[in-house]
Nanobody, 120 residues
Framework: QVQLVESGGGLVQAGGSLRLSCAASGLAFSSYHIGWFRQAPGKEREFVAAISWSGGKTYYADSVKGRFTISRDNAKNTVYLQMNSLKPEDTASYFC?????????????WGQGTQVTISS
């Protein structure tokens, strides 16, 4: 049974930082691209960032480029999303996803999400 479990969400002030983690089990983790998506109330789910199976390639939405950094530790089956300079518009539920051979908008597996709230 595949599980993706997000953690690290919370409430922070604008300008602050958070680090999200996505711990995976039940799949050949090092063969999957892993991505982060987010969904704010009343809005569609949107792509945030993704990382290739090896960690050699990363991809970011324009809205987070330069502020967010995605990384992975295949030995720990975990992907991280370091979020700096947070803005109120970053408030959303954040989901990690696993897909192969590339990350798409309809990935094979989804996590349950973690809430991020940024106060102004």
């Amino acid at each position: 049974q595949v599980q993706l479990v997000e953690s690290g969400g919370g409430l922070v002030q604008a300008g602050g930082s958070l680090r999200l983690s996505c711990a995976a089990s039940g799949l050949a983790f090092s063969s999957y691209h892993i991505g982060w998506f987010r969904q704010a109330p009343g809005k569609e789910r949107e792509f945030v960032a993704a990382i290739s199976w090896s960690g050699g390639k990363t991809y970011y939405a324009d809205s987070v480029k330069g502020r967010f950094t995605i990384s992975r530790d295949n030995a720990k089956n975990t992907v991280y999303l370091q979020m700096n300079s947070l803005k109120p518009e970053d408030t959303a539920s954040y989901f990690c996803a696993a897909d192969k051979p590339v990350m798409t908008n309809t990935p094979n597996y989804w996590g349950q999400g973690t809430q991020v709230t940024i106060s102004s």
